[in-house]
């Protein structure tokens, strides 16, 4: 690996071309990955990538005007300190926000980086060239914020917007929140139960571990195998079921770690408090996510978690 100011002037245009090339590659594979659910921010990477390819046929008049036709492979992993771009297919599920703050710092950091090599150089062509090429990213930048002025006025946006959001309740929120709410209510029975009926804490945790994590199992595979996502539109079965099966065993383990305390009275008292913060996020989850008012959410969740405790308490202390 060579550092940039270690290469020619041939070698920087050379790079340049390469660089113009995998950006407007990149920005094709974004427009595809879009296209489905967000069409119009699909066509302005689609417009992005069309400038990219007319950015480096001028790279490549100049360089075969400079220096013939052949072209020295010089890609970005080559050169210490250039920018390097992951692969679209890499990216794990990126949101449109995501994607959308990827191609403005594409552009802002190739726009950064050739400012800065050409501040680096005493070689007046050189120096020229890299900041003709800084010129033309800022260019791009303005046509790309053009472009999505044109293709993504508010409201489109506002759609596409609220269209990620429904899919994250749908993929992550939702089946985290069924997991947690059967994690931190259904496992308060069997726990309270064994710490009266025993008056060991040690007995409660066990009986706590065993039925958060059997519960995680269970609920993970029951949402796994619920629907493949295909057509409701929920994501990844596999991705739901983990995500359900820990926060199941999450919710149950919380109220369960606190019998790990040898005293049982302290334990109770520590494991209630964390009882009620557990009902109180999976209110405030419920209000800010699936549009349920803060009262009712909170009198749902609390008589639910009253009734399963009181049948903890009865049957343990009976």
Known sequence: MRDFSQLSEREVLALAIGAEEEDGRIYLDLAERLREEYPASAKVFTEMAAQESEHRHKLLDLYRAKFGE????????????FLARKPVWQLP??????????????????????RYAASRTTDVSIRKLLADLADAEAEHEQRAEAISAKNLPDAVRHEEDEHAKRLFVLQFIQPGLVGLMDGSVSTLAPIFAAAFSTHHPFDAFLVGAAASIGAGISMGFAEALSDDGSLTGRGTPYIRGLVTGLMTTLGGLGHTLPFLIPSLHLALIV??????????????????????SPIRATLQIALGGALVFATGVLIGGG
């Open 70 to 81: 052949h072209i020295p492979l010089i890609r970005r992993q080559d050169v210490r300190g």
């Open 93 to 114: 599920s990126p949101s449109i926000d995501d994607i959308r703050d990827l191609a403005e710092s594409m552009e802002v950091e190739t726009q950064r980086f050739y």
């Open 271 to 292: 494991a209630i408090c964390v009882v009620a913060v557990e009902l109180a996020v999976i209110s405030w989850i419920r209000w800010r996510f699936m549009d349920t």
